[in-house]
């Protein structure tokens, strides 16, 4: 989702980027990336957690993270998006091995029911926090460029 504010933390961008993770290694175990299931993964080890701690402190949460994975998911997908994820990302010959299943397939409102609740609202979400002098910030384009070129690389090396 886009986070509204001034200004987003490095800390908390490295947060949010932790809980993707987390959320991706819950997926390869099999298992649902429930909120408790990736907090879980989150605090299990092999994650700095003061960064973690920075991004729920001030008021980041993974139900926030799942909402924009659910969303970017129907926006990439043929039947509601532009199909890049399996066109322009390469899925589609790994998608075709999978078994479809009627009912479930690209239905994201079930999914997104299923591990966020009926009653949890879409984001984007607004700041959660006033501004903190002592972290550091992007303030300038050219560490958003940064932050920017470091997601997508974090992406890539995950094959994402």
Request: glycine share 10%.
């Amino acid at each position: 989702p886009h986070v509204r504010g001034a200004e987003v933390h490095k800390s908390f961008a490295h947060g949010f980027l932790q809980v993707i993770e987390a959320i991706a290694r819950v997926l390869r175990r099999g298992d649902a990336p429930s909120p408790r299931a990736v907090c879980e993964e989150m605090f299990s080890g092999g994650m700095d957690k003061r960064y973690s701690q920075f991004y729920f402190d001030k008021g980041g949460r993974v139900e926030f993270a799942l909402d924009g994975l659910i969303q970017q998911a129907k926006e990439q997908s043929v039947k509601y998006g532009d199909g890049s994820f399996e066109n322009d990302l390469g899925y589609s010959s790994t998608l075709k091995q999978i078994p479809r299943v009627s009912g479930y397939d690209d239905n994201y409102e079930l999914l997104r029911e299923h591990l966020l609740g009926s009653g949890f609202a879409a984001g984007p979400y607004e700041s959660c926090e006033e501004h903190d002098e002592d972290d550091e910030e992007f303030s300038d384009e050219e560490d958003e460029r940064m932050l920017i070129q470091d997601m997508r690389s974090w992406g890539a090396q995950r094959g994402w």
